[in-house]
């Protein structure tokens, strides 16, 4: 089989094709026991002892040539991509991220506005990121993200009074000093921008009355 399948029951197929195994199927005289059990050809293959005399088979390299080093020489026939010559490989090194470490890498799906340009109004304005933008102040133009959000911290300074801020989503610092200078902080629906919690935004309600008002237009009629 030299250049194609390596046939490792050779003597065995050879002792089986000479008939010298006949004995075992004459059932007359033979009787199948314990002691005389042998394998089926090709199931059992002998362990190749390597590395034992210099110029015999599988002697000296054991088989596996001379080129490379490291573990091409002990006996792995391919490396896996992650293979650092025995150092420890960098997907075992870098370290595994939670929940929380995932969670704030991801991007902020708001455009920022900060308590520093809201600083910049006078007091008892109304104001939106419209208002902002067009009064100038140093705002981020909307470019992937049309919420809006109000963010702060507890190092900024604000010292607006009455502020009314129309935003999507607020810090908490910042509506926290907004609302400490007898501001409003009023949120806006991520669908059509308008005001949450106005009575005219649920319809239902407004069904309800009408028909409320319709059995009580009926009931008077009786």
């Not at 470490?101 to 109004?121: A, E, G, I």
Request: charged share 35%; with cysteine; proline share 5%.
């Amino acid at each position: 089989a030299k250049g194609g399948a390596k046939i490792f029951d050779s003597r065995r197929r050879e002792s089986r094709r000479r008939g010298e195994e006949l004995f075992r199927h004459d059932v007359d005289n033979f009787e199948l026991c314990v002691h005389n059990l042998i394998p089926a050809p090709g199931s059992h293959r002998r362990k190749v002892l390597r590395g034992r005399g210099k110029y015999g088979h599988h002697g000296r390299t054991c088989g596996w040539g001379i080129s490379g080093n490291g573990a091409k020489k002990r006996g792995r026939r391919t490396l896996n991509p992650g293979y650092e010559g025995g150092g420890k490989p960098l997907h075992l090194r870098t370290p595994v991220l939670s929940k929380p470490d995932l969670d704030s890498m991801k991007q902020d799906p708001y455009t920022p506005v900060t308590l520093n340009v809201l600083n910049m109004c006078d007091d008892g304005d109304e104001v939106d990121y419209t208002d902002l933008l067009v009064r100038g102040f140093p705002v981020k133009k909307k470019r992937k993200f049309e919420q809006i959000k109000i963010k702060g911290n507890d190092e900024d300074e604000f010292d607006v009074k009455n502020l009314t801020v129309y935003a999507h989503a607020f810090e908490p610092p910042a509506r926290e000093k907004i609302e400490a200078n007898g501001g409003r902080c009023v949120r806006l629906t991520a669908v059509g921008s308008v005001p949450i919690g106005q009575g005219w935004l649920n319809t239902n309600d407004l069904q309800d009355g009408g028909d409320d008002e319709e059995g009580e237009e009926s009931a008077a009629e009786e």
